[in-house]
């Protein structure tokens, strides 16, 4: 029996057999490492594996729970995922090496080549950015053109009810060796999706231009997104009075309780750039940067409280209008040398992010709507009466930061160690409606070291053991809390983990073990609110571990999978919460992607996806464990010498009805949607 795990190079890049997930990952600032070699814990989702479970219905982050320690919350209009139990609401998601310059919307995926799922913390890895990472960090590489050919394709999709999407993707290389490249993405998506009364506009395009030499190499992105969603599906808060000993069970999941005046519109705009310089044959010097704007000019918001145990709910509306800039900027220097058999590879940078927030100038709330989780009869809710308000930035903060890593490799290549120090100064101010300076609310610093080890015994296996750390600025307080727009104060996570990581064949395994802390945040009732507050209290602890495996099962069948087992608890002041289970964190996790390629020109694909059991209103009332499955069927054809691949996919196949939660809040499950694409090489 052969033990060489067959690898398979696809436009210059490394994969492992069955091309779901890459042989090497971008980490960080420490650049493309060797999957057995990394002491960081990473997993890259390849183009192939985005392409093939993207669900119509959940965008991206169903993609991304392909990974074991990625679980998707929130509704079905975003993508939200916990990593390791600990939120990320789509502000954390690197693009390009950029932190920051997301948003909490659905993702654009057309223009994403692969996806690197950095697990664990790390500022001084993954830069200065502004936003919770504490369980790790998605980090979105573009597509770019390919060097061996030119893309041209155009595509369109159709999903259940009538929503359909166009798109283009146009690539080539130019000039002397094909050193310039482009690449262009753009779609159009319009229509009533899957769930009721949610109708959906969204345009985007991304354009990313590269260039690379023997000297050099840069890239540019931009990309820019706008999207106007009427009666988005929105979760509801399990109220602090509910009534009942158990949660309603989990309606159909077309069922939409929002009226269709519940609307935003937003447009996000994206630009990164990527440069490194080669100064001699063991020094480069590299910057990257980075901008980002998105503005929710106007908002209507439904946000609902579940009451009882038979589904009614209660409502409230408000014009949170929405305003954020990041801008961030690093500057560096890599290089190698030797001291005796020792190989070091070091990066030293400085970097900063400049945080721009704000709402609303007049926020309004109006109540009094009241509805059935079976029955909402939302077409005979009123609009409210308030008027729209502009935002504006009330809130400034500059993270600054520097780094400094050693990756050392022992001259027979078995000892790889990574040393690291990060420094992050955070300082916060406030702004008044008129653009004048209120006060200072904030001044911090810290300083987070990393380290790593890995050996290998022989090709086939290796452990790991890492200690990592991340210290960022507090999260931004949701408008379902009475302090919304405020900001939480900076807090430091730590973790610690081992693994081992081996090869059976053409498969490839990965077992790890970890241990999480933060500071923790929770839900504080106050008389005379109607709004609980969100309060720092006391540290959260998540200990775990995983099981991941990827590779070719048996001759045309090729197959992803893993799954999670986390312990996570709170230690707080509160009796209420102390020693609890954080709200909609659930202790298990599974699933499992398997395509059946019959030949070059057919295929099945087939995905289950499982969710274990949680808790809301801390373990005063269980939400159940669920199981999905998704099926569909791809096929190269052509159409007059016209090269066209059909898709035919069903996400949820058996309609299953259940609670997604985050936190104290319950989604709808997304339902049973098919989607039908046509591809075409023009």
């Given at each position: 029996m052969s033990f060489n795990l067959a690898e398979i190079?696809?436009?210059g890049q490394r994969y492992i057999a069955g091309e779901f997930v890459r042989a090497t990952s971008n980490v960080g600032i420490l650049g493309e490492q060797d999957a057995m070699k990394s002491p960081i814990s990473t997993t890259t989702i390849s183009e192939k594996a985005v392409g093939s479970f993207?669900?119509?219905?959940?965008?991206?982050?169903?993609?991304?729970?392909?990974?074991?320690?990625?679980?998707?919350?929130?509704?079905?209009?975003?993508?939200?995922?916990?990593?390791?139990?600990?939120a990320d609401d789509g502000?954390?998601?690197?693009?390009?090496?950029?932190?920051?310059?997301?948003?909490?919307?659905?993702?654009?995926?057309?223009?994403?080549?692969?996806?690197?799922?950095?697990?664990?913390?790390?500022?001084?890895?993954?830069?200065?950015?502004?936003?919770?990472?504490?369980?790790?960090?998605?980090?979105?590489?573009?597509?770019k053109a390919l060097m061996d050919e030119d893309t041209r394709k155009i595509g369109i999709k159709y999903h259940s009810k009538g929503a359909h999407e166009e798109y283009i993707d146009f690539g080539t290389r130019l000039g002397e060796d094909k050193s310039y490249g482009v690449r262009i993405n753009a779609s159009n998506t319009n229509g009533e999706r899957s769930i009721e009364n949610w109708n959906l506009k969204q345009k985007n395009i991304y354009i990313n231009l590269d260039q690379e030499t023997t000297n050099s190499k840069t890239n540019f992105m931009f990309g820019y997104t706008d999207t106007d969603s009427s009666g988005r599906p929105y979760g509801l808060t399990v109220s602090s009075k509910f009534v009942g000993n158990a949660l309603p069970s989990a309606p159909d999941g077309k069922i939409n309780t929002n009226p269709t005046w519940r609307r935003d519109k937003n447009t996000n705009l994206v630009m990164t750039l990527n440069h490194e310089q080669?100064?001699?044959?063991?020094?480069?010097?590299?910057?990257?940067?980075?901008?980002?704007?998105?503005?929710?000019?106007?908002?209507?918001?439904f946000d609902k409280t579940l009451l009882n145990e038979a589904g009614d709910y209660s409502a409230v509306s408000d014009n949170y209008s929405l305003l954020e800039k990041r801008d961030y900027a690093q500057i560096g220097l890599k290089g190698d040398f030797k001291t005796g058999d020792l190989k070091h590879e070091w990066v030293a940078g400085v970097d900063r992010m400049w945080h721009y927030y704000g709402g609303p100038s007049g926020f309004k709330e109006e109540s009094g709507w009241t509805g059935n989780i079976y029955h909402p009869n939302t077409d005979s809710f009123a609009p409210p009466t308030f008027a729209q308000s502009d935002a504006y930035y009330g809130t400034h903060a500059r993270i600054s930061g520097w780094s400094v890593m050693d990756s050392i490799t022992t001259g027979?290549?078995?000892?790889?160690?990574?040393?690291?120090?990060?420094?992050?100064?955070?300082?916060?101010?406030?702004?008044?409606?008129?653009?004048?300076?209120?006060?200072?609310?904030?001044?911090?610093?810290?300083?987070?070291?990393s380290f790593g080890i890995n050996y290998t015994f022989d090709p086939r296996v290796a452990v790991y053991a890492n200690h990592t750390e991340e210290f960022v600025e507090g999260g931004i307080v949701g408008s379902k809390y009475q302090n919304h727009g405020t900001t939480l104060d900076p807090y430091k996570t730590k973790q610690n983990e081992i693994g081992v990581k081996f090869k059976t064949g053409d498969f490839f395994h990965k077992v790890s073990y970890f241990d999480i802390k933060k500071a923790n945040a929770v839900d504080v009732t106050k008389p005379g609110f109607t709004k609980p507050f969100?309060?720092?209290?006391?540290?959260?602890?998540?200990?775990?571990?995983?099981?991941t495996a990827t590779g070719t099962l048996a001759e045309k069948w090729?197959?992803?999978?893993?799954?999670?087992?986390?312990?996570?608890?709170?230690?707080?002041?509160?009796?209420?919460?102390?020693?609890?289970?954080?709200?909609?964190?659930?202790?298990?996790?599974?699933?499992?992607g398997v395509e059946y390629k019959a030949n070059d020109d057919f295929s099945v694909l087939m995905r289950g996806n499982y969710v274990g059991s949680s808790f809301v209103r801390n373990e005063q009332y269980g939400v159940p464990s669920y199981f999905t499955l998704d099926a569909g069927v791809n096929y190269k054809t052509s159409l007059n010498s016209t090269p066209v691949t059909l898709r035919a996919m069903c996400y949820n196949v058996t309609d299953k009805k259940y609670w997604a939660p985050s936190g104290n809040t319950l989604h709808f499950g997304g339902p049973r949607t098919f989607m039908l694409s046509a591809e075409f090489d023009i």
């Open positions: 190079v696809v436009h993207l669900s119509s219905t959940e965008g991206l982050s169903k993609t991304l729970s392909l990974v074991p320690s990625v679980v998707k919350t929130y509704d079905a209009a975003v993508d939200c995922v916990s990593i390791r139990g600990f502000r954390g998601f690197v693009i390009n090496g950029i932190p920051g310059m997301q948003a909490m919307t659905r993702q654009s995926s057309n223009y994403i080549e692969s996806v690197d799922v950095i697990e664990g913390p790390a500022t001084g890895i993954n830069g200065s950015g502004m936003a919770n990472r504490s369980g790790g960090t998605i980090s979105i590489n573009s597509k080669k100064i001699n044959d063991h020094l480069k010097a590299f910057l990257n940067a980075g901008h980002f704007k998105q503005d929710w000019y106007y908002y209507v918001g027979n290549e078995k000892l790889n160690i990574l040393v690291g120090l990060n420094g992050k100064s955070i300082a916060k101010d406030s702004y008044r409606p008129n653009g004048s300076h209120n006060k200072q609310t904030g001044d911090y610093y810290d300083v987070s070291p969100l309060l720092a209290d006391g540290e959260a602890r998540h200990k775990g571990f995983e099981y090729n197959l992803i999978g893993g799954f999670m087992h986390l312990n996570a608890k709170q230690k707080t002041t509160s009796a209420a919460t102390n020693g609890k289970r954080p709200n909609g964190v659930p202790e298990w996790s599974a699933n499992l």
